[in-house]
């Protein structure tokens, strides 16, 4: 299994600043990818990121909004800029474990924009 | 698309009591199946998983059995404990990789 910390556990912030979200892993990883849960809803993905390429976004939504680092095989931010009350959810990263088919999910951030 | 649908919630149930959470799914080709857990203030954790049709996936006295004529994943539990109050999520990976694809959720709520 791996091991997932991320950053920050929560955070309220004001409308249209920026929040960057850390997911560290305790072994290299292939692929992250990134999910929202909204409140009361489940979780749909963001986007994938890669190591050394862009990431690949889901519909709905967009680089501009989500901007997404890989910078190596264990680590990857994830950023909500310009927030809205609407981007209040709880934003989790995952991994897959070695078999392939595992996903194993951070303990998430809950974010609160107000 | 794939998609993934659960019985609505919430439940609620009395200590031992007998759990059953529908989860039925839509996709192509042989998709491997998942229940994921959710506990307060806590990120998702891995429950169970199946792989390929007939499997049955069980942990802590959790079950599911991958039923592809019917394209079910029901999630049972003989007997329920206060500590399983929690939100459980059906998920699917497809054969073409590894993203998930969710259930809407079911919150359990177990009273003493």
């Known amino acids: 299994s791996a091991v997932i910390s991320q950053k920050p556990s929560r955070d309220i912030c004001q409308r249209g600043t920026s929040l960057t979200i850390q997911c560290q892993v305790d072994?290299?990883?292939?692929?992250m990818f990134w999910y929202r849960q909204q409140p009361g809803q489940s979780l749909t993905l963001i986007a994938t990121a890669n190591q050394g390429s862009e990431a690949t976004y889901e519909s709905g939504f967009v680089i501009d909004k989500f901007p997404i680092s890989r910078p190596n095989l264990t680590f990857s931010t994830l950023t909500v800029s310009n927030m809205s009350p609407e981007d209040s959810s709880i934003y989790l990263c995952s991994v897959e474990g070695g078999t392939g088919v595992d996903m194993f999910f951070g303990s998430g951030t809950q974010l609160s924009v107000l | 698309g794939d998609s993934v649908t659960q019985m609505e919630g919430p439940v609620t149930l009395s200590e031992e009591a007998f759990l059953t959470i529908n989860c039925t799914y839509t996709?192509?080709?042989?998709?491997?199946l998942f229940w994921y857990v959710q506990y307060p203030g806590e990120g998702l954790q891995l429950l169970l998983k199946a792989t390929k049709a007939d499997d049955k996936g069980s942990n802590k006295g959790f079950e599911a059995t991958y039923r592809k004529e019917t394209t079910s994943f029901h999630l049972e539990k003989g007997s329920v404990q206060v500590s399983d109050s929690a939100v459980y999520f059906c998920?699917?990976?497809?054969?073409?990789?590894?993203?998930?694809?969710f259930g809407e959720g079911t919150q359990l709520t177990v009273n003493p």
């Open positions: 996709a192509t080709g042989y998709p491997s």
């Open positions: 998920a699917l990976a497809s054969t073409s990789g590894s993203r998930l694809t």
């Open positions: 072994s290299q990883v292939t692929m």
